[in-house]
């Protein structure tokens, strides 16, 4: 995982999360053209720091969630 300050080249249009409630406390995700690695970003502060994973780490932190929500559910 990295941190990334700046502009990150060659990154599609950002995605808001699909959890979002309108109040603006939600992340976007973009990923390389690639698709080989992903960037995570604060939707309020569009211009500030974004953590960037490889496309398996990223795999795995979902199906992380996923797992712990059918958990709780």
């Known amino acids: ?3 990334v300050h700046g502009e990150t080249r060659n990154l599609t249009d950002w995605t808001k999360s699909s959890y979002s409630g309108g109040n603006g406390a939600c992340v976007e995700v973009r990923s390389e053209a690639s698709r080989e690695r992903l960037a ?3 939707s309020k502060v569009t211009g500030g720091p974004r953590l960037g994973f490889d ?3 990223w795999s795995a932190f979902l199906g992380l969630v996923d797992a712990c929500r059918d958990a709780a559910a």
């Open 40 to 42: 995570v970003r604060d």
């Open 55 to 57: 496309a398996g780490s």
């Open 1 to 3: 995982m990295a941190m």
